[in-house]
């Protein structure tokens, strides 16, 4: 049986990476961007040095700033509309996931008939369309490496899951010196978004020997790294760290999938407009604790990669500490205990658990649920 690696063409990592992306966009020709970001980073100038760098080459970029934390259809449509307006060639995405998620999809209907709602789901996008930079200002999606764009349907209450190789940016960075301003509960929220995908990739269904290291790696420096970076924003060394760790836990997932973590995270994600990172964290532990006997010998593992003293422990018992140590994780870095604090209630279940029957993540996970051990693992989330 084969198994498929997909990554971007160039990484560029590192204090001042983003330098270099007006020379890679000169090289190709192109001579008219579209940088799609959201207010707070316009507010806050953070692309400022990069329309600096650009304009020195002579290349005059256009700005959609109008992403919010959930993108939906209606940022998606706006974005695409300016890059056609503007006469754009290509794009630059600039933030976390959702600039960077919303660029992907402008990505599509640049080469593809609309609308965006027909590329839910797995390999439905034939044409790759415009050249895509991708610069990742937090340290959690890993949305500038994988094919995934999550877009929120706000007509079906649903976040589409938009999966296809062909919107793998071309080229993803990773400046840990744009990051040192991310407020603590946004640096938590990321990181522990981090930490499931390299936890969900490394027990799902599809993971690989070629994914088993990234994923192991990312789960050691975000549970090292990620108390320093929420405890103290400018600690540079902890933020390149955590972008490292947040990167290869994108490749782990790109490729080896994620579960029903992530699946379960979309729905009130999307009905209550929730941060995924917190959605994610609050569920992490729950729906692994369903998981842990299905993959023992991997929860020992993921245990021994988050500092647990694993030594006099059987497999059981550390598979045990495995959960504990995220639960412990959670706690420090300040995620809310729980859904109902966020406005999510019982009666919402019933809808989250149909749709996250359906999300295109549940299949990688390592054990089936029925729509009861679902609605379970809400209840206890609440």
């Known amino acids: 049986m084969t198994f498929r690696l997909c990554f ?6 590192g204090a001042g990476a983003l330098a270099d992306v007006p020379v890679e966009i000169q090289a190709r020709g192109f001579t008219k961007p579209l940088i ?5 980073l316009a507010k806050l100038g953070v692309y400022q040095p990069l329309i600096a760098g650009l304009a020195n080459l002579g ?3 256009s700005v959609y700033s109008g992403v919010v ?3 939906t259809v209606k940022q998606v449509d706006e974005a695409f509309a300016q890059f056609k307006a503007d006469g ?17 999809a402008v990505r599509i209907l640049s080469a593809n008939p609309g609308p965006i709602t027909g590329y839910n789901g797995v390999g439905h996008v034939a044409k790759p369309g415009a050249f895509l930079v991708a610069v990742n200002t937090t340290a ?12 929120t349907d706000s007509a079906n209450a649903v976040k589409m899951v938009i999966i296809d190789a062909n919107i793998i940016p071309d080229i993803s960075v990773n400046d840990a010196s744009m990051m040192t301003k991310i407020p603590a509960a946004t640096t938590a929220a990321t990181g522990m978004d981090a930490l499931t995908h390299a936890i969900e990739a490394y027990v799902s269904k599809g993971a690989h020997v070629l994914t088993d290291f990234s994923a192991l790696e990312a789960i050691r420096i975000i549970a090292a790294y990620l108390p320093r970076a929420v405890a103290d924003g400018s600690d540079l060394e902890a933020r390149e760290m955590m972008a490292y760790g947040q990167f290869i836990a994108g490749l782990a997932f790109n490729s080896a999938g994620l579960g029903y973590v992530h699946a379960m995270a979309h729905q009130p994600g999307a009905v209550k407009d929730l941060p995924h990172g917190v959605c994610n964290a609050i569920l992490l532990p729950i729906v692994e604790e369903f998981n842990r006997p299905f993959a023992v010998k991997r929860f020992a593992t993921i245990a021994k990669a988050m500092g647990v003293d694993t030594a006099g422990m059987d497999e059981e018992t550390a598979s045990k500490a495995a959960i504990q140590a995220i639960k412990d994780l959670s706690k420090t870095v300040g995620i809310p205990s729980g ?22 993540c549940a299949p990688g996970n390592p054990a089936p649920m029925t729509d009861a051990q679902v609605l379970e693992l809400y209840r206890k989330a609440l």
Do not use: H, R, W, Y
């Open 59 to 61: 290349i005059a970029a």
């Open 69 to 71: 934390p959930n993108p």
């Open 36 to 40: 799609v970001t959201d207010a707070v």
């Open 8 to 13: 971007p063409k160039i990484n560029l990592s």
């Open 140 to 151: 959690g999606t890993a949305a500038e490496v994988t094919s995934n764009a999550v877009i």
């Open 339 to 360: 859904f109902a604090s966020l406005g999510v209630t019982e009666a919402d279940l019933p809808t989250f658990v149909k749709k996250a029957q359906q999300d295109p």
């Open 88 to 104: 754009c060639d290509c794009l630059i995405a600039v933030g976390g996931g959702s600039p960077i998620d919303t660029a992907k």
